[in-house]
């Protein structure tokens, strides 16, 4: 068969993924000529990976979104040389793939000769129309995957209907004027179609999105990325569970980090946490031996690690992390890795003993392997999170010095103090694979006895024993694109009203603008490391630790004098809008977070969790998308009588509501016209308020 592909491309950091690359390069086989319409820049690195898998490559502006990168592609190829092909497929960068063979489904709808075009999925009959003033949303093949063959290529109705094609400038105009279109539009004029996958064998109106396992379990290739920054509380709606789809994935072979390494880029990380599963239970590994057997791996090819604790100033840091027993959880870490102690107050042999159970390495070397070495630091936040990004990040990241980047940042110390209690700069050219943060400073906490626990359940999910220690090392081992590992939020005894950026949600945007952050942040409450204690890859730090260093050189050189830079660094909350945006700077960097439970705390927040579910939704309508809309509608920024009604209506009378929606949405400027809503909802009301007679079989009649 002589099959050609339009690609349609668009990446709005101007990338070309490695998941679009790894589907072109599997379609390649199939095709005798495919083109790449790119409505986004494609710089010279781009164009090679995308040649290596395409015939040409076309790049143009984001005019007409996907509409008009298929017109556009059409017309590059030739009106009249379209009827060349006995198949043309019309498909785009919004799935990856394969994740089942090509093979199958190619040869299974190309055994279908009577037909003219044919789909991969398809969506439902929606009533109402989901957003437009309309009766219904027609069922249709989706835009992903539309395969014409040579009967429609050569109907002049093809090439009038993409000509005549009305403006297309937003997601709703694509789907109102192509996607839900298309199918009727040509099966109205005499042409007959297939759907690899129908709708009728599922049991939603959007399986691509709602039933992805159940699709690729019939053998469908594609899996849609839709799935993995949807709305987790539409998903919820629809049963599908957090995780299945990376599991799915995974059992077909097709690369998870593939996948995560991609959507960090679109999701927000809390959407993605919940959509794609990312809260880990971890299980207890077996620890590496400090003295390996024969045939195992040595220290030296295990992963190294580096892990800085700080010490705030004043006694009371030593105090808590006595209290909190550093120096026992610090002995579940592998014998290998280095400990280094952070504080703006030297910190003597004795000091670093009660904190972490080591002492210092003595002149001549005694202690080896299990030496604490220290470094002091300046004074500018409670945690050290702008020391530990600007003062110590040659410990973590080894090979840049430190305050590296040429800012002039310093540390407020010599050398000496540097070095006291042991040698800190031993690392030379060893990398270090892992960096673990822990710190005896507060968590602002609303109260003593949260904060407690809040600690405790920090600690614990980052150190409880060896084997759970070593549970985390084998997470990372087995998803190169993790990047950090932080603790689940506690929940018990800490307020959850309200938006959860704390008055600090404008500045991180402004700070994740400068940094050039791709990742979105998280609307409501963002997704962050508690007390800023984490697990994690030095490459996915870099990006935050570049940052942390302009915005204290630029505090700096607008300050009179070094006292004021540090006011002026508290006063803005700088190290509280880092902290914020640990997450979404790995993300920009391609890793991607999960959250980490021990077995204990899992059960222990799930059952209170649960509890505090139940009584707050016991008064509440009974899906969570519906008591978002109903709480929204009365203590929301748009609360009001209108939202009041309508939540109500849906509630409730939800036949009703689906009748007066088409009229609705013409008030409200959902359509073009007023006969469509007005009729449309008279029609329904019609038939759906009017008295009905109890229904009997057919059979009775």
């Known amino acids: 068969m002589n099959r050609g592909i339009v690609y349609f491309h668009f990446d709005s950091h101007h990338q070309v993924r490695d998941y679009v690359v790894h589907a072109l390069a599997s379609l390649r086989p199939h095709a005798e000529q495919i083109l790449v319409v790119s409505n986004s820049p494609v710089d010279d690195a781009g164009r090679a990976r995308l040649k290596a898998s395409c015939d040409e490559i076309l790049e143009r502006p984001n005019a007409g979104l996907d509409v008009g990168a298929y017109r556009a592609g059409l017309e590059h190829l030739g009106w009249d040389r379209l009827a060349d092909f006995d ?11 394969p994740l089942r063979p090509w093979e199958e489904v190619l040869t299974r709808t190309g055994s279908r000769r009577d037909i003219s075009f044919w789909g991969m999925t398809e969506h439902g009959v929606m009533r109402p129309h989901p957003f437009l003033a309309k009766r219904e949303l027609p069922r249709h093949i989706q835009s992903h995957w539309i395969a014409v063959r040579r009967r429609l290529l050569a109907d002049p109705a093809f090439r009038e209907y993409w000509e005549q094609m009305p403006p297309v400038s937003s997601y ?7 996607e839900s279109r298309f199918t009727d539009h040509f099966t109205g004029i005499g042409h007959t179609y297939e759907v690899a996958f129908p709708v009728d064998r599922y049991h939603s109106d959007n399986p691509a999105i709602e039933e992805a396992p159940a699709l690729l379990a019939d053998g469908c290739p594609l899996l849609k990325r839709r799935a993995f920054f949807h709305d987790p509380l539409h998903q919820d709606r629809q049963a599908v569970v957090g995780g299945d789809l990376l599991e799915a994935a995974a059992q077909a072979g097709y690369s998870e980090d593939l996948i995560l390494s991609d959507v960090v880029h679109t999701a927000a990380a809390r959407d993605l946490i919940v959509n794609a599963g990312l809260t880990e239970v971890v299980t207890e590994s077996a620890p590496e031996s400090a003295e390996p057997a024969p045939g195992t791996s040595s220290p030296a090819q295990q992963p190294s690690g580096c892990v800085v604790v700080h010490v705030p100033a004043a006694g009371e840091g030593i105090e808590r992390a006595e209290a909190d027993g550093f120096a026992q959880r610090l002995a579940s870490l592998p014998a290998h890795w280095r400990v280094v102690v952070t504080s703006p107050e030297p910190l003597d042999a004795a000091d670093l003993e009660r904190v972490t159970g080591r002492r210092p390495a003595d002149e001549d070397g005694t202690a080896g392997d299990t030496a604490v070495a220290f470094r002091a630091v300046r004074d500018l936040d409670p945690r050290g999170t702008i020391a530990f990004l600007t003062e110590c990040d040659d410990l973590w990241d080894p090979g840049r010095p430190v305050g590296s980047s040429g800012d002039g940042v310093g540390d407020g110390s010599d050398d000496s103090d540097r070095k006291e209690g042991g040698d800190d700069s031993g690392h030379g050219d060893d990398g270090v694979d892992l960096v673990l943060r822990i710190t005896a400073g507060p968590l602002n906490g609303p109260e003593q006895g949260a904060d407690d626990v809040a600690r405790r359940q920090v600690l614990d999910c980052l150190l409880d024993s060896p084997g759970h220690v070593a549970g985390l090392i084998d997470l990372f081992e087995s998803h190169p694109s993790l990047g950090v590992a932080m603790p689940a939020a506690c929940h018990i005894g800490q307020p959850h009203g309200g938006p959860q950026w704390d008055g600090l949600a404008g500045a991180a945007e402004a700070l994740s603008r400068r940094l050039g952050l791709t990742a979105a942040l998280d609307p409501i409450a963002p997704a962050m490391p508690v007390g800023a204690m984490f697990l994690a890859r030095p490459e996915a730090l870099r990006t935050l630790s570049e940052g942390a260093k302009e915005l204290v050189r630029l505090t700096e050189q607008a300050a009179a004098d070094p006292e004021e830079s540090v006011r002026r660094l508290r006063r803005a909350r700088a190290a509280e809008v880092l902290e914020l945006l640990t997450v979404y700077a790995a993300m920009s960097s391609g890793f991607h977070p999960r959250e980490v439970l021990t077995p204990t705390w899992a059960g222990r927040l799930y059952g209170s969790l649960a509890y505090k579910q139940r009584a707050l939704t016991a008064d509440l309508p009974a899906y969570t998308d519906e008591q978002v809309r109903f ?17 109500y209506v849906d509630v409730h009378h939800p036949e009703m509501a689906g009748a007066l929606k088409p009229a609705y949405r013409y008030v409200t400027g959902g359509t073009k016209g007023i006969t469509d809503g007005v009729k449309g909802a008279a029609r329904s009301l019609g038939g759906r308020l009017r008295p009905r007679r109890s229904a009997r079989p057919a059979s009775d009649a």
């Open 172 to 178: 709703r105009d694509s789907i109102q004027w192509h």
């Open 87 to 97: 198949e043309l497929i019309l498909t785009n960068h919004t799935f990856y793939a």
């Open 631 to 647: 709480l929204q509608a009365r203590f929301g920024p748009r609360a009001g009588l209108g939202p009041r009604v309508r939540s």
